[in-house]
């Protein structure tokens, strides 16, 4: 019953914008805290950024300045605001839901981000 479905994903240049959407449902969204993991081929898995059920968020250094997350509760819905993005910033994009108990996450099916002239 538990659904974690990204969305927003698709063709950007370099320098440009994309905004990707997750959207949670079958849990209570507000006590979660969420996150945005990227996996590009050959690569490992690696954070982008995270918000806590509180709103506070942190990024991965490579982001900062350049991908802002954010939380709407009453939209069950997290966001990844991606700016000035660059080649290497192609991946698939993959949203997770966090429980506070520290049990398993629930995570999305991916969203491709790809950047190319």
């Known amino acids: 019953q538990v659904q974690v479905v990204e969305s927003g994903g698709g063709l950007a240049q370099p320098g440009g914008s994309l905004r990707l959407s997750c959207a949670a449902s079958g849990i209570i969204f507000s006590a979660y805290a969420m996150g945005w993991y990227r996996q590009a081929p050959g690569k490992r898995r690696e954070l982008v950024a995270g918000i806590t059920s509180g709103g506070s968020t942190n990024y991965a250094d490579s982001m900062k300045g350049r991908f802002i997350i954010s939380r709407d509760n009453a939209k069950s819905t997290v966001y990844l605001q991606m700016n000035r993005l660059k080649p290497e910033d192609t991946a698939v994009y993959y949203c997770?839901?966090?429980?506070?108990?520290?049990?398993?996450?629930?995570w999305g099916q991916g969203t491709q981000v790809t950047v190319s002239s």
């Open positions: 997770i839901a966090k429980p506070s108990n520290g049990l398993a996450g629930y």
